[in-house]
């Protein structure tokens, strides 16, 4: 209950193209819900995070979606640059449970 | 750059023997986390330091510790070390004790056990 699944576990997408990386959860009681985007050598950075009130965020060209009836949100990147190809790790976290994070997507944006 | 320093960057031991992580957070931050991040586990809360008093804790051995002194730098002791525990060990400040806030990674230490 306590775990937070990924998916896919590698992406490949053309340049301008619209990767799509899911989450699904058990746990009612996460409250926030972060992605964070991680380069070779480098930590975590986060890159947008929602709450279960809102059904989408947008910053810049990072989307998340959310659906809490389904238990599962998901992030979307729009006009997709080579420069996006990163690790994408979701995340949720309650005070109960502290933070769970997903087993991370591995995105490679071909030019 | 997050603003939250690691060191060392990479440290190669042994079998059994006992290491010590530090992280400095950013200017201004009362939060710590560590973390740690291995093939087989992915990415792990381990546990969260607040103003000097511990906060929550993960999924942490009883062979790591962590302290966070006065000056709210923050050290990671593993002992009777493993193979096993060969990972990425990560930092991360935040401005508040609040789990549910941004937080700012180091760029880890990678620990190698021989």
């Known amino acids: 209950q306590q775990q937070v699944k990924q998916s896919p576990q590698s992406l490949i997408v053309q340049k301008g193209g619209i990767p799509i990386i899911n989450c699904a959860y058990e746990?009612?009681?996460?409250?926030?819900f972060p992605w964070y985007q991680q380069f070779p050598g480098k930590g975590p950075a986060l890159l947008i995070a929602?709450?279960?009130?809102?059904s989408e965020k947008k910053e810049g060209r990072f989307t998340i979606s959310f659906n809490k009836s389904a238990k599962q949100f998901s992030l979307h990147i729009m006009d997709s640059q080579p420069g996006d190809s990163a690790t994408y790790f979701c995340?949720?976290?309650?005070?109960?449970?502290?933070?769970?994070f997903g087993s991370g997507t591995r995105l490679s944006i071909r030019p | 750059d997050s603003g939250v320093t690691q060191t060392p960057k990479h440290l190669i031991t042994a079998t059994g023997q006992r290491v010590t992580l530090r992280c400095s957070p950013r200017s201004g931050d009362l939060s710590v986390y560590w973390y740690q991040q291995s093939l087989d586990q992915g990415l792990q809360f381990l546990i969260q330091?607040?103003?000097?008093?511990?906060?929550a804790k993960g999924n942490i051995l009883e062979r790591f510790s962590a302290q966070q002194f006065p000056d709210l730098h923050s050290e990671l002791n593993l002992s009777s070390l493993e193979l096993g525990d060969s990972a990425l060990y990560f930092c991360?400040?935040?401005?508040?004790?609040?789990?549910?806030?941004?937080?700012?990674f180091g760029d880890g230490t990678r620990l190698s056990i021989l």
């Open positions: 746990n009612t009681a996460f409250d926030y």
């Open positions: 991360a400040s935040s401005p508040t004790g609040d789990g549910d806030q941004p937080q700012h």
């Open positions: 330091y607040y103003n000097g008093e511990e906060r």
């Open positions: 995340a949720a976290y309650s005070s109960a449970s502290k933070i769970i």
């Open positions: 929602i709450r279960p009130d809102v």
